[in-house]
């Protein structure tokens, strides 16, 4: 065997390793979930749930949404929070330096009348002024404007720094919360004081009609853009953040659907301004604090507790997106390394973030470097068609399966795309995605490692919000 | 060139991973085929079982289902309507259980070795029988699992009596209960007798002290002032902010020189702003605050 030869064995058998690891712990993370999920129904809930919502005591929740230029969807979100089946709600709209009608909607909406500024407290730091704040008649909703800094977080903390509920909810403008799901999020808190966070799913509301927070018509997304990332969420959230959760790992919850014990974010001074994974950014920040402290804590996830949200329709925006996460995975991976393979945070340091760095970070560096490999051995003929054939169909097929997996486990136990037309239509996407949406995905997490490690300006680019959730609601 | 070492590599890769993908795809029919038919099944069995305890809290009712998945789809659905049913309707509909023998299920349920299924016994046993199922059902207090705790403290709110009360707050005492669950139980079950509450506040735990000192003045138990009064100066903050917002409740001028005391007192600097402001509400409330006794915060909220 020549030397050369010899190379790209090694590589291959390098290769080979790396992707039995990532697939053994895949499944891991896949039978963790789904036990844990199957267990979640045997759970007589009705009861707890009926109770929470009727008791007097249950904490107040302060529901954050930060809205800049979110005139097409501001309506439909908070009427979606109006009616969430929870009995201690206060929503807090911050807008941040709208320069569209968000404002004007919300206040012809729901008639807002000027108010005294609340005291802040002064542990979160704000950086774009506070102008004026507004109220509802029941005092139920309050909206703040203020001057932008072009940073959601900043947006966040003007309302964390004024909220009074003992929980805060986050999410985005353009989502809507299913009815129970806040109630779903709030039981576990109410039961056991160490959980300090807690998140559900969030799924793409594309070209889905609403009424009162639940789907009408079609479920599934018309675009096939909007379907990758459906069956991309679904693998994270339903497969993923359940089976992290469950033993403690979980290293994100998603900005657009997040519930924390209001003290626990105070402590940590809110989320970081200049954060472009603010959300990642933030549980990092709790776990490190809890750990810090030397307390007993849990953050928590459940499947269950879906929302919808708006996701990119077209490549551009969906480019923009990935290149920020990826290059906001670069910053905290790169401001929390000292969790990486540290006992004191066990699952999260000695699992969870060794697998976020293998399998976010380097994996599309791997990916197109085995892909370079494959094209390079094809033409000059180091390696055969057939076996770059096969290693593509061995690719393709694992990918596939997970995203299977995350199929029957909604099925079984979520029941929310159950139709066989659906299923198929599912069953396609994932497929497919791996041939058609990955290497898209991957070539963007390169770009955004890249701006990263250079130190490049951040940017959050701009959604054009189509409105997707407005249809029914109201 | 590379074609028969790696072929035989990608090719044994590919027969390991083809047998999963074949599994994969094969379970996804099966789990098509089978969340199908349940659901099915689930929406016709629900529909029956509803009007059957529909019509067995009207008075009448068919006999229950002798399988036990259905007596279990049964129960559950029995206590959703329970817990939304008052009276004679909500008598009947029990009694009906009662009759089919879900007494036994409940019982049965109780020893199970999944929490789950404990605290469905529990929900059961104590919707159907109240008071009665107490002895049952409060060393459940004590479960291992935290959620069967918790669910069987709401539960003993919704169903239980005063009996309840001292379980709930000695499970609050060792920490077996989140103190916002055992009150919102000991609210629920609206006790008459201050004893147990009284002993609650004299308890070395201070999440009890709290929780003891906050129900009296949600329940407005005007007898149990003056234990509530010796908490004005309690060393726990949250004790003390409990027991200024009770003291502010009540409103009773006899608060009133211990309050002001609280306001003037050397300790006043250690007090925070939040609970000055409380003491000086309390004191509005019990009568009225002479102008020169009242305090002045600056911006950050500190007393002047």
Redesign the interface.
Same mark, same amino acid.
């Given at each position: 065997m020549t030397e050369f030869?010899f190379t790209?064995?090694i590589i291959?058998l390098v290769l080979?390793v790396y992707y039995l690891i990532y697939h053994v712990g895949t499944v891991w993370i896949v039978m963790i979930a789904a036990v844990q999920i199957a267990?979640e129904t045997?759970?007589?809930h009705?009861?707890?749930e009926?109770?929470?919502f009727s008791?007097p005591?249950a904490?107040l929740v302060s529901v954050i949404v930060p809205a800049h230029n979110e005139e097409a969807g501001i309506a439909a979100a908070v009427d979606s929070l109006r009616h969430l089946r929870y009995p201690a709600l206060e929503i807090l709209v911050v807008d941040d330096g709208s320069t569209d009608r968000t404002f004007d909607v919300l206040a012809n909406r729901y008639g807002l009348r000027q108010r005294r500024p609340s005291?802040p407290d002064?542990r979160v730091p704000q950086l774009g002024e506070s102008l004026s704040e507004f109220e509802t008649a029941d005092g139920t909703l309050r909206v703040i404007q203020k001057r932008s800094i072009g940073r959601r977080a900043d947006a966040v903390n003007t309302a964390l720094r004024v909220a009074k509920g003992e929980l805060v909810c986050m999410i985005d403008a353009d989502s809507m919360l299913a009815p129970d799901s806040l109630l779903r999020l709030v039981v576990p808190f109410?039961?056991?004081?160490s959980i300090v966070a807690s998140g559900g799913t969030v799924l793409p509301a594309n070209g889905i009609s609403f009424h009162g927070g639940n789907p009408t018509m079609s479920w599934l997304p018309k675009g096939w853009l909007e379907r990758f990332q459906l069956v991309e969420y679904l693998r994270a959230f339903v497969l993923g953040r359940t089976g992290w959760a469950r033993r403690n790992g979980l290293t994100i919850i998603s900005g657009a659907f997040g519930l924390y014990r209001r003290e626990s974010v105070l402590r940590v001074g809110g989320l970081t301004g200049a954060s472009l994974a603010e959300d990642a950014d933030l549980l990092l920040a709790v776990h490190s604090d809890c750990v810090k402290r030397g307390v007993e804590y849990r953050v928590v996830f459940d499947a269950r507790a879906i929302c919808w949200t708006e996701v990119p329709s077209e490549l551009g925006q969906l480019r923009t997106q990935r290149i920020r996460w990826a290059q906001g995975l670069d910053e905290i991976l790169s401001k929390y390394r000292r969790m990486m393979y540290n006992p004191r945070y066990r699952v999260l340091g000695m699992l969870a973030m060794p697998w976020l760095l293998a399998y976010e970070y380097i994996a599309p560096f791997l990916a197109v470097f085995g892909f370079l490999i494959s094209v390079t051995?094809l033409v000059t003929?180091?390696?055969?068609p057939?076996?770059v054939l096969?290693?593509a %169909?061995?690719g393709v097929? #694992?990918a596939?399966?997970v995203g299977?997996?995350a %199929?029957?486990v909604q099925? #079984?136990w979520m029941?929310l795309y159950?139709s066989?037309r659906e299923?198929l239509m599912l069953?396609l996407t994932s497929l497919l995605e791996p041939l058609f949406y990955r290497p898209f995905t991957f070539i963007w997490q390169i770009r955004g490692i890249w701006r990263g490690r250079r130190g490049a300006e951040s940017e959050w680019g701009v959604m054009t919000r189509k409105g997707a959730l407005s249809d029914e609601v109201g | 060139m590379l074609t028969l070492r790696l072929s035989e590599f990608v090719l044994v890769t590919v027969l390991v991973c083809a047998g999963p993908f074949v599994l994969a795809l094969l379970l996804l029919l099966v789990a098509v085929a089978y969340s199908r038919a349940k659901a099915r099944r689930a929406s016709a069995n629900r529909e029956k079982y509803l009007d059957m305890l529909i019509l067995a809290s009207e008075g009448a009712g068919d006999p229950a289902p002798a399988r036990r998945a259905a007596r279990r789809e049964v129960a559950d659905l029995a206590v959703h309507l329970l817990s939304n049913l008052i009276g004679q309707e909500y008598r009947q509909l029990a009694d009906w259980l009662l009759r089919w023998g879900f007494e036994g299920d409940a019982q049965e349920w109780l020893g199970s070795r999944s929490a789950a299924q404990r605290l469905r016994g529990a929900v059961l046993l104590l919707l159907m029988k109240g008071e009665a199922a107490m002895p049952a059902t409060l060393p459940l207090l004590a479960d291992l699992h935290l959620r069967v705790r918790s669910g069987v403290a709401r539960v003993l709110g919704y169903a239980g009596t005063e009996v309840a009360v001292s379980p709930v707050l000695r499970a609050i005492e060792l920490d077996l209960l989140a103190p916002s669950i055992g009150m919102m139980s000991i609210l629920r079950i609206y006790p008459r007798d201050g004893a147990p509450l009284a002993g609650g506040m004299r308890s070395d735990s201070a999440p009890l002290r709290r929780v003891a000192a906050a129900s009296v003045g949600i329940l407005e138990m005007h007898s149990l002032r003056e234990p509530v009064e010796t908490l004005l100066d309690d060393p726990d903050e949250s004790v003390r902010l409990a027991a200024i917002e009770t003291l502010d409740r009540l409103a009773a001028p006899g608060s009133m020189a211990l309050l002001r005391a609280a306001l003037q007192s050397a300790d006043t600097a250690e007090r925070g702003a939040h609970e000055l402001a409380l003491i000086e509400q309390a004191l509005m409330s019990c009568g009225t605050v002479p102008s020169e006794q009242m305090l002045d915060f600056d911006e950050e909220g500190d007393a002047l």
């Open positions: 030869m790209l064995t291959t080979a267990r045997r759970w007589p009705k009861f707890e009926i109770e929470t008791n005591l904490p005291h002064e109410m039961d056991d004081p051995g003929g180091w390696v055969s057939g076996a096969l290693l %169909i061995t097929g #694992l596939t399966i299977i997996f %199929i029957i099925m #079984l029941r159950v066989r299923v069953l | -």
